[in-house]
């Protein structure tokens, strides 16, 4: 089976699925689990969640419900394998701010260390967006560096 995973979107799956999305300063994590071969992945837009907003939209609520929803199915986070891709700074920005994507990996990271995940790889941040592939039945993820984003237009 293959889905395309839009902005906002997450989705775990316990049957071979070949999950797609771009990313620019959106990032996706992934979940993998040997013992069970379930897939989990998210693509979360922001870093934060304000209370009463659409929780996949953001870093933060994106992971946690990852994990509530794994954690459900008996895997515990000892046996859960975590990738980290996007971030990227597509945009023009002035100033000294971090960019969005630097504050997605920025909450990323933060959540991964606090629930004391294995960060099994990562390719995040610089200036190209990413198109990726992830299996969900093997964990492994193909991706490659696009200049331009598809759907922004000038």
Do not use: W
Not at 41 to 64: E, T
């Amino acid at each position: 089976m293959k889905i395309f995973l839009k902005p906002g979107e997450l989705c775990v799956c316990d049957r071979p699925t070949q999950v797609s999305t771009i990313l620019g300063s959106c990032i996706a994590v992934t979940i993998f689990n040997q013992r069970l071969r379930v897939g989990a992945i998210c693509h979360a837009l922001l870093p934060k969640n304000p209370k009463g907003h659409d929780a996949l939209r953001y870093v933060d609520s994106a992971i946690s419900s990852m994990l509530q929803k794994l954690e459900a199915m008996g895997i515990g986070k000892n046996e859960m394998e975590v990738k980290l891709l996007g971030g990227a700074d597509v945009l023009e920005r002035t100033g000294t701010t971090q960019s969005v994507g630097q504050k997605n990996i920025e909450t990323a990271l933060e959540i991964i260390t606090q629930e004391d995940l294995n960060l099994a790889g990562s390719d995040v941040g610089g200036r190209m967006g990413r198109k990726l592939h992830f299996y969900t039945h093997t964990g492994m993820v193909l991706f490659t560096r696009i200049k331009r984003i598809p759907h922004e237009q000038d």
